[in-house]
């Protein structure tokens, strides 16, 4: 009989436990959210008649932390819904949500123990990388966008570019950074490797974690995508480049340049930047092409400036630098300094 009687307790226990009122789940969920306007919280069973859903603060089992300004609802009876504000939440922010013990739903189930939730927003890192200019043929310099202000502190622990990095501000960026105990936090930045690179060489840029946001607390993650660049080869002279009848043509140095268009200018092609200020110090020309009676005339104006290079190098890519002067007869010599 006594074990009897143990049997229909424990059942009753059992079936005491499956009434309890149950969270069947609380979204956003994950380590790195964006986007949301909502913390939607999910009972197994409804909570509030229909009628007035739109409840206080003190009026809800929940509590959000951080807070970010809930106005909290109920959706149906047993979904409850905490609204964000038209700025949403805070990046880069742990935030904790946490339902009281002794929630009680409209047919008495009662929640036995707290429940808590946890969640990462959307944390910092590299959206974009790009050669903004060369600081030297093996040297590039990068503009970076982030996805939310970052220090500059962070970023050269970050970020590794064939080794150490120097960051600096983007000349173009006209928004006001934002200042903290780290220094400026910016979402455009200039980067470029701390010593010169190995010539003619694929280098990845790499993101490891450690990102710091101006906006948050949560350090940013090591990103997989890495981003490859190549640097220029010594400076050599590769020969000139011309239109002929509808494609270019290269040629080499010592060999004639025949058939070019007589109403386009001729390249001289370099397999690095070459400055425009010692190319026309060095250049010859013989015997020299004729040039218009105006003194003012500088057949070098459309050339560029010192070092006229704004993009990503890739292997075996010459570097043309092209004058505005008339061509050159057929049998002019085009020298440089070797």
């Given at each position: 009989m006594a074990r009897v009687l143990a049997l229909l307790a424990g059942l009753f226990a059992v079936?005491?436990?499956?009434?309890?009122?149950?969270?069947?789940?609380?979204?956003?969920?994950?380590?790195?959210?964006?986007?949301?306007?909502?913390?939607?919280?999910?009972?197994?069973?409804?909570?509030?008649?229909?009628?007035?859903?739109?409840?206080?603060?003190?009026?809800?089992?929940?509590?959000?932390?951080?807070?970010?300004?809930?106005?909290?609802?109920?959706?149906?009876?047993?979904?409850?819904?905490?609204?964000?504000?038209?700025?949403?939440?805070?990046?880069?922010?742990?935030?904790?949500?946490?339902?009281?013990?002794?929630?009680?739903?409209?047919?008495?189930?009662?929640?036995?123990?707290?429940?808590?939730?946890?969640?990462?927003?959307?944390?910092?890192?590299?959206?974009?990388?790009?050669?903004?200019?060369w600081r030297a043929p093996t040297q590039p310099e990068l503009q970076l966008r982030f996805n939310q202000p970052v220090t500059a502190a962070s970023v050269v622990q970050a970020l590794r570019f064939g080794g150490a990095v120097e960051v600096g501000p983007d000349l173009f960026d006209s928004t006001t950074p934002f200042y903290t105990p780290?220094?400026?936090?910016?979402?455009?930045?200039?980067?470029?490797?701390?010593?010169?690179?190995?010539?003619?060489?694929?280098?990845?840029?790499?993101?490891?974690?450690?990102?710091?946001?101006?906006?948050?607390?949560?350090?940013?993650?090591?990103?997989?995508?890495?981003?490859?660049?190549?640097?220029?080869?010594?400076?050599?002279?590769?020969?000139?480049?011309?239109?002929?009848?509808?494609?270019?043509?290269?040629?080499?140095?010592?060999?004639a340049a025949t058939g070019c268009s007589p109403l386009d200018g001729i390249e001289l092609v370099f397999s690095a930047p070459v400055a425009v200020a010692a190319l026309r110090e060095h250049l010859a020309i013989e015997p020299s092409p004729p040039l218009p009676q105006d003194p003012d005339y500088d057949p070098w104006a459309n050339a560029g400036d010192a070092r006229p290079v704004a993009w990503r190098h890739a292997a075996g890519q010459g570097a043309p630098v092209e004058s505005s002067a008339p061509r050159p007869p057929p049998t002019a010599c085009v020298s440089t300094p070797t």
């Amino acid at each position: 009989m006594a074990r009897v009687l143990a049997l229909l307790a424990g059942l009753f226990a059992v079936a005491a436990h499956a009434a309890d009122l149950r969270i069947t789940r609380i979204t956003p969920a994950g380590d790195d959210v964006r986007g949301e306007r909502q913390i939607v919280i999910a009972f197994d069973r409804a909570m509030v008649p229909l009628g007035r859903m739109q409840r206080g603060s003190d009026e809800v089992p929940a509590r959000v932390a951080p807070d970010p300004g809930c106005r909290w609802r109920w959706l149906d009876p047993q979904l409850l819904a905490c609204d964000l504000p038209d700025d949403g939440l805070q990046p880069a922010t742990a935030y904790r949500v946490d339902v009281e013990a002794g929630t009680t739903a409209l047919d008495g189930a009662v929640l036995r123990k707290a429940v808590a939730h946890a969640f990462v927003t959307e944390r910092p890192r590299l959206l974009y990388a790009g050669v903004a200019s060369w600081r030297a043929p093996t040297q590039p310099e990068l503009q970076l966008r982030f996805n939310q202000p970052v220090t500059a502190a962070s970023v050269v622990q970050a970020l590794r570019f064939g080794g150490a990095v120097e960051v600096g501000p983007d000349l173009f960026d006209s928004t006001t950074p934002f200042y903290t105990p780290q220094g400026e936090a910016r979402e455009l930045w200039r980067l470029w490797p701390r010593e010169p690179l190995p010539a003619d060489r694929t280098v990845n840029l790499q993101v490891g974690a450690g990102l710091v946001s101006a906006q948050g607390t949560q350090p940013g993650q090591a990103q997989d995508n890495t981003t490859a660049f190549h640097t220029f080869p010594e400076p050599r002279w590769l020969g000139l480049a011309c239109q002929v009848g509808q494609a270019e043509s290269r040629f080499a140095p010592g060999v004639a340049a025949t058939g070019c268009s007589p109403l386009d200018g001729i390249e001289l092609v370099f397999s690095a930047p070459v400055a425009v200020a010692a190319l026309r110090e060095h250049l010859a020309i013989e015997p020299s092409p004729p040039l218009p009676q105006d003194p003012d005339y500088d057949p070098w104006a459309n050339a560029g400036d010192a070092r006229p290079v704004a993009w990503r190098h890739a292997a075996g890519q010459g570097a043309p630098v092209e004058s505005s002067a008339p061509r050159p007869p057929p049998t002019a010599c085009v020298s440089t300094p070797t």
